[in-house]
């Protein structure tokens, strides 16, 4: 029988309830509720996060936060941002141990504190300049719950950025670690990690979900009102959940995940951003020397061969964030092993696949029914926007009459269930893209906003287009 004021929370998603239960009602996971004796403690620190006070003010008389924005420098990171690191704002960052989020954490507070070739305007200098030098202003402090202070000294010596001016604190307590804030006033805190913190107010053991969210406010809550943005790294579960930080999602303002591709490339990309958009990619490669941004990725997942293009293979340039990527996307398509055809393809939706597939087989009487689908997408991006069904539609073509598309073609368009190819955004841009990177045909649909300069294929709908690219 559960004392009086236990409460049972579920470690994948928050969810309470008044009883132990196998499964989570609200994420479906079996196994993940914990008896919390403070539940109505940490119902309070989740519940906190409002603004504080019970006097309203007309919206009119509020002053607007300029949003003002500083480098955390590194360029990927703050395209990821949304433009940099907005004051008083929390970052959540997750991603599977050994990622590289203490690496990459170690480099952001190098690079704001001006560290590591400054770029732009950095945090230390934007404060510096703003209080006319009070001593100790500019201070970037990165919380370590995680490593010993050798070991991170050892690989920011590594890094190359052993000799910057970065406090390091290593603390899980986190009623010391607010004292040190206190007393230092950062301009940026990192906390590594988030699940090693502990209160003693809510027992000694880390990681608890009551734990996680009480450390977690307090800390973004201190912050918010100094002004001084936070990092506060998590990890993910091999589920690929984020288990406990999942909990304190609603509370930041900032959601990261860092992860990686197939290839070596790291992805870190926004799943949540009060202050931009959740389009952008951030991409790093894992150096020796720590990450290295990937400056010029247009041409990265383009696979170079030195004999034909086989069949099934078609690139598109596709949009991601504000950049244009040109991906290869493969097809394979087989007799069905079962009675039924498959899809199988986790880098394109598979219902898409289906879907395009559907289309070929009505309006160019190309059989699918019978076959089983293989899609990929070269370098594991996952890509999600519509600009990349025309040349789906082609990769699968090539694949059922085993016609090569010529290594020089690129194509991009959205279809219609009726065949038609739609027009799709920025579609000037990505010509151009292709055309910078050496194709010398696109296949599209018309645009409004072409370039007179660029010249394309344009068709209209399916069976016209595969006339150019299959003749
Ligand atoms: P780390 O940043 O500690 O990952 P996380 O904090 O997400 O658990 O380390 C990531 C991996 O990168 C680790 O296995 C070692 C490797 N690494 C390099 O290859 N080069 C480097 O310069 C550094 C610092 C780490
Ligand atoms: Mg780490």
């Not at 079996?30 to 003010?57: C, H, K, L, M, Y």
């Amino acid at each position: 029988m559960a004392k009086a004021g236990t409460v049972f929370i579920c470690s994948q998603c928050g969810h309470e309830e008044s009883k132990w239960a196998g499964r989570c009602p609200e994420c479906g996971e079996w196994n993940t509720f914990v008896e919390s004796a403070g539940g109505s403690r940490a119902r309070q620190a989740a519940g906190r996060d409002r603004p504080r006070g019970t006097d309203s003010i007309p919206l009119e008389s509020l002053s607007a936060d300029s949003g003002e924005r500083s480098s955390s420098g590194i360029g990927e990171v703050d395209r990821v941002l949304g433009g940099g690191l907005v004051r008083g704002s929390s970052v959540l960052i997750g991603g599977e141990p050994g990622i590289g989020k203490s690496t990459l954490m170690l480099q952001v507070a190098a690079g704001a504190a001006g560290g590591d070739a400054p770029r732009g305007q950095t945090l230390a200098a934007a404060v510096e300049g703003a209080t006319s030098r009070q001593r100790g202003a500019g201070r970037i402090l990165y919380v370590t719950g995680e490593e010993s202070a050798a070991q991170l000294k050892t690989r920011a010596d590594r890094l190359g950025i052993g000799k910057n001016s970065v406090e390091v604190l290593c603390e899980t307590d986190l009623e010391s670690i607010l004292r040190s804030l206190q007393n230092l006033k950062p301009v940026l805190v990192v906390v590594d990690s988030i699940q090693t913190l502990t209160s003693p107010e809510l027992g000694n053991v880390p990681g608890t979900p009551n734990q996680i969210k009480y450390c977690c406010y307090e800390i973004i809550s201190y912050c918010r009102e100094r002004g001084c943005p936070v990092f506060l790294v998590a990890h993910v579960t091999k589920e690929g959940s984020i288990a406990g930080p999942k909990l304190i999602e609603h509370m930041v303002d900032t959601v990261l995940y860092f992860d990686q591709s197939e290839s070596e490339l790291r992805i870190l990309r926004a799943s949540k951003n009060r202050f931009g958009p959740v389009d952008e990619v951030g991409l790093f490669t894992m150096t020796a020397r720590g990450l290295q941004e990937v400056k010029n990725p247009a041409s990265l997942f383009i696979v170079q061969r030195e004999n034909e293009t086989p069949p099934g293979i078609v690139v598109a340039p596709v949009y991601e964030g504000s950049r244009v990527l040109m991906i290869e996307i493969q097809a394979l398509v087989v007799p069905a092993k079962g009675a039924i055809s498959r899809v199988f393809s986790d880098r394109i939706d598979s219902s898409r696949v289906s879907r395009v597939a559907a289309i070929l087989e009505k309006h160019l009487s190309l059989r699918f029914s019978d076959q089983d689908i293989y899609v990929n997408v070269a370098g594991g991006l996952r890509i999600g926007e519509v600009g990349i069904e025309l040349p789906l539609a082609f990769a699968l073509y090539s694949a059922r009459t085993s016609i090569p598309v010529s290594s020089k073609t690129a194509a991009a368009g959205e279809l219609t269930l009726a065949g038609e190819v739609r027009s799709i955004s920025h579609l000037s841009r990505r010509v151009r893209t292709a055309k910078e990177m050496g194709f010398d045909s696109f296949i599209g649909p018309a645009s409004t906003d072409a370039d007179q300069e660029l010249v394309w294929t344009i068709v209209s709908d399916i069976a016209k287009a595969v006339k150019p690219v299959f003749a």
